[in-house]
């Protein structure tokens, strides 16, 4: 074949490429928007749980469609109210009243010292979350017009629906911007040069858009509701991440073999042929991983695990055929100015072919070391403390949370989350004599009533979502479930209730730690089994698989340590979040393992002409820098989910950068070519990679082509 022939070839079928994934973009952006299904409960919990039975029920009541704002009244200088400062709220200009539903308050109450005064004003929460916003919003604006020295807040459920809601407003755009800024900068560090970096990054955030639009059509048509900002913050990281890790494994094996010939297009498919395995276990790893949140009990992991693994899929497609089309068409220049030329030295792998020197030297006492000091971080997690209350959410506190906190210190702390007793019209008396009688319940009361089901009001001592406060749910669930006869209609998907149902937020709150626990015992030992297999068939032996998944199961609890003593005494959260350890678990054994794949399938690859010492110390020089620039970056994108303002986002963008890190610093440079040193051929075991040709006869090594610029 002539010369030219061969660039037209290549230039046409680069281009045929591109157009291919333009088209599939189109088709992508073409896609009907299903209509977003009514989540399965305020909590995404199934049936199964007390609280969304509860919310089922509740459908059954007058009011079903009211709750109530709580708007709490208190001097700016904490001083004791007067009589015209509770006047305030009850007529102009403030008058509360317009805002109820049925235009009725019931008078203020006033604490037992006299400095807060609480309204409750019941408002319509019918038609979701925007409606509510808009509602408490009404409320808020109203109330800027009580007197001075005064300070009006609102709180209860839908202040705090309204506030969640502000949180995400914008929320998509600034992350995308602040995770495009950071690849961004660090592309231009890792290549230095002024053009390469825009490539890949135009190639990523396509990717990263074309995600987040096949998730608003894939995951609904599942019928699972799709949380907007949370679900989808976290895929966009994701996929920002995994596609730059894959372009940056792909770009460096594309200037390696750029070296070895003059034709772009042969050095580009030979270093597709090398990197599309670890590429695609890679990928696979981190798709099976997330789809294990399919089993999660929780809906809004359901929706992450389709998210995810779409976005995967789309990094993977990038990697494969997208990006080594653009980089064609440019050509060597897009190196400018540290061309990659035939015959010429490699300019990476120095520093870390003299780590892998001094390894190889002692690797016992440097596997030692490595394994102490991911023990010694794990200690840190010793004293973890789970379970965030509603009012420690956030990172910077909104008027719901700061009100709740006035209220707090003046009525009992679950004044704001009164808890709901579902049960029949006959039997409120005595449910409501069992609840008062539960230790830390502040007080029961009657509430609303229909034809087959009724409420009891029911508020505690603790504040919502403490131990105290779960310690008296457990309580009263056992007491009302007793009463003879107080037992509601059974809910459609759950099994007859044997007494009286204990619901609302803060009882959902339990339910969903207790829910979170449960998923970690079933999702846990699954993902582990998956990437096990998934090593197993990619390294074809089995001691090598097992000792990688063993060292990202000890650099988990080495990240998760570490990330607590910061959260504990540099950040002060007060607890970690009960949903953060399955995600954080998730994403950094899915992830953390790609290091090891990109690494030890190198080793392997280079062990057939070497042998095991001299294929590892090889793959630690050639993939050393490629791999620290990609866990470096992975490790900075979690970090940006810092720029949410909900802690939870906070403590697993943390906690997956530190073990992002620790995989890509400790486990990968030093822990595993330490195991593999001491291993020798037996790192392979059962298998030992096979002898091959020499190096020299390769097809790698071929004779310099013409240049084909």
Request: aromatic fraction near 6%.
């Amino acid at each position: 074949m002539s010369l030219f022939t061969r660039v037209a070839r290549g230039r046409l079928a680069a281009w045929l490429t591109i157009a291919a994934a333009i088209a599939l973009g189109a088709a992508v952006f073409a896609l009907p928007r299903p209509d977003n299904p009514a989540p399965v409960s305020a909590t995404g919990l199934s049936e199964e749980w007390q609280s969304t039975q509860v919310e089922r029920l509740q459908e059954q009541l007058p009011d079903r469609d009211v709750q109530p704002a709580i708007v709490v009244l208190s001097r700016a200088d904490g001083g004791r109210l007067t009589d015209a400062d509770r006047a305030a709220l009850a007529g102009d200009p403030v008058d509360l009243s317009r805002y109820a539903v049925g235009g009725r308050i019931p008078p203020p109450q006033t604490s037992p010292d006299g400095t807060v005064a609480l309204v409750v004003v019941p408002v319509s929460t019918a038609g979701g979350v925007l409606p509510t916003t808009d509602r408490v919003t009404e409320l808020r604006d109203a109330l800027a017009a009580v007197p001075d020295g005064l300070t009006a807040q609102v709180t209860g459920a839908p202040a705090f629906t309204a506030d969640l809601s502000k949180v995400f407003d914008g929320a998509n755009t600034t992350l995308l911007i602040v995770t495009a800024a950071v690849v961004a900068v660090l592309l231009l560090i890792t290549y230095r040069s002024p053009f390469l970096w825009i490539v890949p990054l135009l190639v990523v955030a396509a990717t990263e858009q074309l995600t987040l639009r096949a998730v608003e059509s894939i995951v609904p048509a599942l019928g699972i509701f799709l949380q907007d900002g949370q679900v989808t913050g976290i895929a966009s990281v994701l996929v920002f991440g995994a596609a730059t890790n894959y372009a940056l494994l792909l770009i460096a094996r594309y200037r390696e073999e750029l070296r070895r010939t003059e034709d772009r297009f042969a050095a580009m498919r030979h270093a597709l042929r090398r990197t599309a395995e670890p590429i695609l276990a890679s990928g696979s790893t981190v798709v099976l991983g997330t789809l294990t949140l399919l089993l999660s009990e929780q809906e809004t992991n359901r929706a992450l695990a389709v998210a995810c693994a779409t976005g995967v899929v789309f990094a993977m497609l990038s990697a494969l055929f997208v990006l080594p089309a653009a980089l064609v068409l440019f050509g060597r220049g897009l190196f400018w100015p540290f061309v990659p030329k035939v015959g010429g030295p490699a300019r990476e792998g120095r520093l870390w072919g003299r780590l892998g020197a001094a390894v190889v030297r002692r690797p016992a006492p440097v596997a030692a070391l490595a394994t102490l000091l991911l023990v010694g971080l794990a200690l840190g997690g010793l004293s973890i403390r789970t379970g965030l209350s509603e009012t420690e959410q956030f990172r910077a506190q909104p008027e719901a949370v700061v009100a709740a906190e006035t209220l707090a210190r003046a009525f009992p702390a679950g004044t704001t989350q009164p808890v709901a007793v579902l049960t029949t019209p006959a039997a409120v008396a005595a449910v409501t004599e069992a609840a008062a009688a539960v230790d830390g319940i502040a007080s029961a009361r009657p509430g609303e009533a229909g034809p087959n089901v009724a409420q009891v009001d029911v508020v505690l001592e603790a504040e919502p979502g403490t131990a105290a406060s779960d310690r008296a749910i457990e309580a009263l669930r056992d007491a009302v479930a007793a009463v003879p006869g107080s037992a509601p209609p059974a809910v459609d998907g759950a099994d007859a209730p044997r007494g009286a149902l204990v619901g609302g937020t803060v009882a959902a709150t339990l339910d969903s730690t207790d829910a979170n626990s449960r998923d970690l015992r079933l999702i846990l030992p699954i993902i582990l089994a998956l990437v096990g297999t998934v090593l197993i068939l990619l390294l074809r032996g089995l001691l090598a698989p097992l000792l990688l998944v063993l060292t990202v199961i000890a650099s988990f609890f080495a990240s998760l340590g570490a990330a607590w003593l910061l959260f504990d005494h540099v950040l002060d959260f007060p607890a970690l979040d009960s949903g953060v350890l399955l995600l954080a678990f998730v994403f950094l054994v899915a992830l953390g393992v790609d290091y090891n794949i990109f690494l030890v399938t190198r080793a392997r690859e280079d062990a057939r002409t070497m042998g095991t010492r001299d294929g590892m110390l090889s793959a630690l020089r050639v993939t050393g820098g490629v791999i620290t620039s990609a866990g470096v970056l992975l490790a900075a994108v979690f970090a940006v989910l810092g720029v949410l303002p909900l802690i939870t986002l906070t403590q697993i963008g943390i906690i997956v950068c530190i073990g992002v890190l620790l995989d890509t610093l400790l486990v990968r440079t030093v822990l595993v070519p330490a195991l593999a040193f001491l291993l020798g051929d037996r790192f392979w075991w059962p298998g030992r990679p096979p002898r091959t040709r020499p190096a020299t006869e390769q097809p790698d090594a071929a004779e310099p082509r013409p240049a084909l610029r």
